[in-house]
């Protein structure tokens, strides 16, 4: 918002043409700058909007670990279910099986983000874990949050409560 404030300041009273009659470039940087700023404003809006969610049912589980995108995970490659604390926060780490099901959504990059802040904060490796949410983000305490989604899980999904343990 600074940097618009500035650039409007020093180019606003910019003339539309030069004097030997051609497009005056300086005149449109307001304008542009103003576009970029409010183009970088968008995922920030998002993120407050789009909240992340875990959700499960019968057929899957449906984790929004950040604002991009819902994943749908189907109980058939979900592995493992554990609520872990990484530098006294709890997140959910979930780790999907490698198989032949293909089904349902592959965690992509902008959906490891949170996953990433977690390995920063851990000094154990995370490398089986193939995504995790922040558990401060929901409401109820973590055990509770666990126990709801255990109550759709198959049984060859392993649900483990690693709260409080190092």
């Known amino acids: 918002m600074l940097l618009v404030i500035f650039v409007r ?43 992340p969610r875990v959700g499960a049912n019968h057929f899957a589980l449906t984790v ?40 349902g959504s592959d965690p992509g990059w902008l959906d490891r983000t949170v996953l990433r802040e977690m390995s920063k904060l851990s000094e154990r490796s995370v490398r089986r874990v193939s995504l995790a949410v922040r558990l401060r983000d929901f409401n109820g305490s973590p055990e509770g949050q666990l126990a709801a989604l255990a109550a759709f899980a198959p049984d060859q999904v392993l649900i483990a409560n690693n709260l409080g343990k190092r």
């Open 64 to 103: 929004r670990p950040s604002w991009v995108r819902t994943l749908v995970l189907p109980w058939s490659r979900v592995g493992e279910v554990t609520a872990v604390e990484v530098g006294g926060e709890p997140f959910l780490a979930i780790r999907l099986d490698e198989g032949l099901d293909r089904t």
């Open 9 to 51: 300041a020093l180019f606003g009273d910019e003339p539309g043409t030069l004097d030997a009659g051609g497009h005056n470039p300086l005149a449109d940087l307001p304008m542009w700058t103003a576009g970029l700023a409010a183009a970088g404003a968008v995922p920030i809006a998002l993120s407050v909007v789009r909240r």
